[in-house]
């Protein structure tokens, strides 16, 4: 049986290039971005929207410990782009992946043989699995308080920012949390609420992260408003149109995300 005919190549394919949300690869991406100095040339370049890339981008440099692209303001008109060398360091190390996953894929499905007509265990699907979360951050576990259900899970995401997760002590254990894992937290964009500094007061959210507003989506129900939370991270939270106006937020103000330690998910590679 041939690759082309083989069901399960694009499983295989999916496993190996782990695309951005633009459905580029991250050296394609950073690359092009590289390549023209701006996101509005990267976007141009790969016939993609500026969001599409923009949101790319804060995603890449949420995941990594350092900026892989560093902005400068000016929007989709103005402003330049410039990759990092930790950024550089990814699109060698892609090329050397993708050149050592051919190799692997073709060896695979060779191996396989008529065999490659059978579906995959499912477990490679769960591999390939993508995350509805609009916000995912590569952090550090600093500590681990267990209790007889739950567990405090505390997390380095940057300099300057740490977050507070609680989850179950069984999930402890599976995932084997200790000082010093890596994991990736998952925060859902409509888990956040946003206050004013100044109106907040006390609260029970064991997170509270500022941050200034650098782009705003409205909607007729929603509004998604993302905040530069500093050391070349982003959040992005989605409140209503009403809360959005009440609040009279702009771009350019400074705003507190409150997050509830229990909607904080946690994932290990």
């Not at 599409?52 to 892989?68: D, F, G, H, Q």
């Not at 400068?72 to 410039?82: E, L, N, T």
């Not at 499912?122 to 209790?147: D, F, H, K, P, Q």
Request: charged fraction near 20%; glycine fraction near 10%; aromatic fraction near 2%.
């Amino acid at each position: 049986m041939t690759e082309t005919t083989a069901p399960d190549t694009g499983l295989l394919e999916a496993l190996a290039e782990r695309r951005p949300r633009t459905g580029r690869s991250w050296a394609d991406l950073l690359a092009q971005v590289g390549e023209t100095g701006s996101i509005t040339g990267a976007a141009k370049a790969l016939g993609l929207s500026y969001r599409a890339v923009w949101e790319a981008i804060n995603a890449a440099n949420n995941l990594s410990r350092t900026p892989l692209v560093l902005t400068q303001p000016g929007g989709r008109h103005g402003g330049g782009a410039v990759v990092t060398p930790a950024g550089r360091n990814v699109i060698h190390a892609c090329a050397v992946l993708d050149d050592e996953y051919a190799r692997m894929r073709r060896r695979v499905l060779k191996s396989l043989g008529d065999d490659a007509a059978l579906p995959l265990p499912s477990i490679l699907w769960s591999l390939a699995m993508r995350t509805s979360a609009r916000n995912a951050y590569r952090c550090t576990v600093t500590s681990v308080t267990e209790g007889p259900v739950n567990a405090e899970v505390l997390l380095t995401l940057s300099e300057h920012t740490s977050l507070a997760a609680i989850i179950t002590a069984r999930s402890v254990r599976e995932l084997d949390l200790r000082p010093g894992s890596e994991v990736v937290a998952l925060i859902k964009s409509t888990f956040i609420l946003l206050a004013r500094a100044e109106d907040l007061g006390r609260t029970s959210a064991r997170n509270c992260i500022s941050g200034t507003v650098i782009d705003m989506v409205g909607g007729a129900v929603s509004t998604e408003v993302v905040l530069d939370i500093g050391d070349g991270k982003t959040l992005a939270a989605v409140i209503t149109e009403g809360s959005a106006k009440g609040l009279g937020i702009a771009v350019g103000d400074r705003l507190c995300a409150l997050i509830k330690a229990s909607h904080i998910i946690l994932a290990v590679d």
